[in-house]
Each structure stands twice: as C-alpha cells, then as structure tokens.
Antibody
C-alpha cells in the first residue's frame, strides 16, 4: 500500500525557514520522480517543485525559485523541501506527490500546513 | 507554460443528474491530462489519467474524454459522495512545470 506522510509544517515568521519531510513507503521510492504541490487556504493547487528519481535534476516554480530547495534521500525513502525566506503568500498546505511514469498523474500524501505569520 | 482553463468554476446539481466539466489547454497536450476529486480537508484523489483511463477503484459513473486542447470529465449520475471540487492537471511537457486547472466546485442544488 503506497503511503506518503508529510511532516514539518507549522507557524513561522516572515523571513524564517522550515524544512518539510515526506516519508514514503509501499513502493520503490528510488524509482520515482517526486513533486511538492501546495494549496493556499480556499485556493486551487499550485505546483512547487520536482525532483527526478535519482536526484539528478530539480525544477521549481518561479514563485519559489532561489528560496526553496527540493532534495531526497533514497536510502531513507524520504523527500524534503527546505523553505527559506518565507513570505505570507507561502502560507498553504504542502503536499508531496509521487508521479506515475509516462502518464504523469500524481498520488498524494495527506499534506502539512505551513503558516507564515508574525 | 501551458495554461488550463476549467469551466464552470462552480455548479449546482441534484443527485442523479449528469454533470459535465470541461478543461481547455492553451496548447495541444495530446492525452496528457488527469482529473482529481478533492473534498474539504483532504488530499486530491485521482479519478482519470491519460485523459480517459479510469483509475482502479474509481466508480464507473466517472468518465473522461478529449485530446489535444479540449477535455471533459463526466459524472453520469451524481451521487451524494460526489459533491466536491474537481481539478484537471496536465503533463505534456518535460521538464515541469505541471499545471492545474482552477477547479470546479460541485454543490448540492
């Protein structure tokens, strides 16, 4: 049974940092590309970042480029999102998601809430 | 980046109604489109992938069609548990970004 469990969310002040984790189980984590997608309160879905199965390539939305870093540890079956210089507009539920090869659809974790507020 | 325009943004329907939601891409994406259902406080759940393939375990009242730029999600007979928000998502270009439609909220009439 595929499971993705996010953690690390919380309340942080503007300009602060936070690291999210996503623990994967039930599949061969090292074989799959992984995404972070966020959803601001009452809003739609926004893609944040992607990392290839082996960590060789990483891609970011323009809104987070230079501030967020996606990484993975395949030995620990864990995906990360390091978020620096946080802004109020980064407030959202952050989901990690496993990408189905070729078709590109996503299997989602349950999400973790990040609130940026003073 | 490819943009996805969903319509309508919301609709009211009754149990048993046939419901159709459309998703238009700003350029051709072949069949690289998925549909998700999201209920309040929950993660999105995959319904349809590759534009028309039903995900395992999803009721057959859900169907998808289309290719190129115009796509449709149809619920043949709306059930109480189907009241939710629906999103389309494209995966035609590599590398990312992925893009999502703005969502369609299906409410009880």
């Amino acid at each position: 049974q595929v499971q993705l469990v996010e953690s690390g969310g919380g309340v942080v002040q503007p300009g602060g940092s936070l690291r999210l984790s996503c623990a994967a189980s039930g599949f061969t984590f090292s074989s799959y590309g992984m995404h972070w997608v966020r959803q601001a309160p009452g809003k739609g879905l926004e893609w944040v970042a992607f990392i290839r199965y082996d960590g060789s390539n990483k891609y970011y939305a323009d809104s987070v480029k230079g501030r967020f870093t996606i990484s993975r540890d395949n030995s620990k079956n864990t995906l990360y999102l390091q978020m620096n210089s946080l802004r109020a507009e980064d407030t959202a539920v952050y989901y990690c998601a496993k990408e189905r090869p070729y078709y590109g659809d996503l299997y989602w974790g349950q999400g973790t809430l990040v609130t940026v507020s003073s | 980046a490819i943009q996805l325009t969903q319509s309508p943004s919301s609709l009211s329907a009754s149990v048993g109604d046939r419901v159709t939601i459309t998703c238009r891409a700003s350029q051709g994406i072949s069949s690289a489109l998925a549909w998700y259902q999201q209920k309040p406080g929950k993660a999105p759940k995959l319904l349809i992938y590759d534009a028309s393939s039903l995900e395992s375990g999803v009721p057959s009242r859900f169907s998808g069609s289309g290719s190129g730029t115009d796509f449709t999600l149809t619920i043949s007979s709306l059930q109480p548990e189907d009241f939710a928000t629906y999103y389309c998502q494209q995966f035609n270009n590599y590398p990312p970004p992925l893009t999502f439609g703005g969502g369609t909220k299906v409410e009880i009439k």
